[in-house]
């Protein structure tokens, strides 16, 4: 193994607390949270290195935290049924301190996004898959059926994106994360690995499919945005917002589509056209501006681990190590790297807001871990 997988391991331990929750960034404040989004592949990574144990208290900490709110989704219930809004409080949040308790004090953040709670239900299952793991389910039954309810009621309202932008839309990556969490579950449920419950999971997760293939789908591609029918009369996919490097979820790790289905290939593709530069990494999407738009470490890591279950070990191997060469001198992984921006003239106004770009990101040395275990398991299978 490279010096900067032992690294990525040191570093994704050393972020994590006492709680079992992962930090994002220890040295970026405005990361000093830790997201389920983020926290779920920090700890899929681990497995993936066998480092079990610390996968295994960030689920614990997960179900604590979910459960500490579970009321919340009562009211939800209360307010869907009777056409009451949904206010910003009133959803589950997406980062919690490390404690594992909401941040309220920001109003300008986001607090309504659902792939964090579709991702921790697949990368628990994987956990199980990997380690054998059965009893941590039965741990942890509450809190996965108060997920699944969750995202039941939810799905289909519009919500901040993998991104925390564009809370007006939903979105195809979002929905790919609740597919992975119904389909998962409920394989683990016929397994007779958890007690089923009142939500047909299985007939859920081909509706989840069956929207995203109605509603994102423009010019034979994946469309980041869908437009809600609470603003049109039908949803469609918002053409204007392009491809998103996020698309890949939907093949690898999430499963909604196959690598051969046509409409993932032509949306690879384009992901390969408009956001890889060549010799470089890969970007989130062209009209990026944060931090000026630059290329993100772990994006470069997913398109690797796509080619990596593709078999297309030499192109995986190049992105792993243009990822090794934006190592720092500590050995630090950043979230983006700024060479190569794709609105320059926006660099300037997020450094003064919140400093120098997070660096580490656990998130980015996550996926660098999961892309050198992928390209490995490939050469294996050759």
Known sequence: MSPLYERSIQIIKEGQSST????????????SYCWLRDGS??????????????????????????????????????????????????????????????????????NFQIDGYGTWLWALAEHVRLSGDNVLL???????????RY????????????????????????????????NSMNSLMDQLLIPSNEIPLRKRAMEVREFILTHAVSDGYMCKHIKPS?????????????????????????QVFSPDDLVMQMTIAKIERDLLRPGGGVYRYRADVYYGGGE??????????HYARMGRIREAQVLQNWIERQMTS????????????????????????????????????????????????AKQNE
């Open 20 to 31: 079992g929750a992962y930090i994002a960034s220890p040295n970026f404040p405005t990361y």
């Open 230 to 254: 609470q603003q049109i009369k039908v949803s469609a996919p918002v053409i204007q917002s392009g491809v998103d490097s996020s698309m890949i979820g939907l093949v690898v790790p999430y």
């Open 330 to 377: 500590e050995g630090y992984l950043p979230e983006q790297v700024s060479e190569h921006l794709l609105a320059p003239d926006h660099y300037e106004a997020w450094l003064n807001k919140w400093g120098p770009i997070a660096s580490p990101l656990l998130w980015s040395h996550a996926m660098y871990v999961i892309l050198v275990n992928e390209i490995k398991k």
């Open 41 to 110: 592949f920090i700890a899929h990574a681990m497995d993936q290195a066998s480092e079990f144990d610390s996968a295994r208290v960030f689920f614990r900490w997960v179900g604590s935290t979910i459960q500490k709110y579970s009321k919340k989704i009562d009211e939800i219930e209360h307010r869907l049924d009777n056409g009451i809004p949904i206010g910003k409080d009133d959803v589950l949040h997406t980062r919690f301190t490390l404690d594992g308790k909401e941040v309220t004090e920001d109003d300008a953040w986001g």
């Open 296 to 305: 993100w470490i772990l994006l470069t890591a997913w398109l690797g681990w």
């Open 151 to 182: 995202l039941d009621l939810v799905w289909r309202l519009p919500n901040y994106d993998c991104w925390e932008e564009h809370p007006e839309y939903i979105h195809a990556y979002s929905l790919a994360t609740v597919f992975a969490a119904f």
């Open 138 to 148: 039965l741990e942890l039954v509450e809190p996965i059926h108060t997920t699944l």
